[in-house]
Each structure stands twice: as structure tokens, then as C-alpha cells.
């Protein structure tokens, strides 16, 4: 009876310690995750960040030769009353 019972407090152990294992490593697996994660979402983040200076520097420029054009006309204009 007792070494039924050794036996069975012995396989409950071995159980408990395998689960504990397979807790960790998906710990380890979520971490790798998360961290993966994160990277492409900083890559994607300069990225977006990249292309909206990109996007803004279009708008400026265009905004100035705009303003240049119409500043320019205006003088012509003016020289022309």
C-alpha cells in the first residue's frame, strides 16, 4: 500500500515538474513572440513615419512653388496698374 502510494506521489511529480517545463517554454515562446512583436511593429512605425515626412515635404514644396507662383503673378500684376 505504501509503495502504491510513493509510486503515485512520484508520478504526480514527474507530472508537476513536466508541466512546470512546458509553462516555462511557452514563457520563453510568448516572450520571443511579444519581442518579435514589437520589432516589426518599430520597423513598420519608421517606416510609416519615413513616408509621412516624405509626404510632407511633397506638400511643402508644392505649397511654396504655389505661393512663389502666385506671389509672382500678383507683382506682375501690380507692375502692369
Do not use: G, P
Not at 509553462?23 to 518599430?42: A, E, G, N
Request: glycine share 0%; no cysteine; proline share 0%.
Amino acid at each position: 500500500m505504501i509503495n502504491e502510494k510513493d509510486k503515485l506521489i512520484n508520478k504526480f511529480k514527474e507530472e508537476m515538474s513536466k508541466s512546470e517545463e512546458d509553462y516555462t517554454k511557452l514563457l520563453k515562446d510568448q516572450s520571443i513572440d511579444i519581442h518579435d512583436m514589437v520589432s516589426k511593429m518599430r520597423k513598420q512605425f519608421i517606416e510609416l513615419r519615413e513616408n509621412y515626412l516624405k509626404e510632407i515635404d511633397k506638400i511643402e514644396k508644392a505649397f511654396n512653388t504655389e505661393v512663389r507662383f502666385l506671389f509672382s503673378r500678383q507683382e506682375k500684376y501690380v507692375k502692369n496698374l
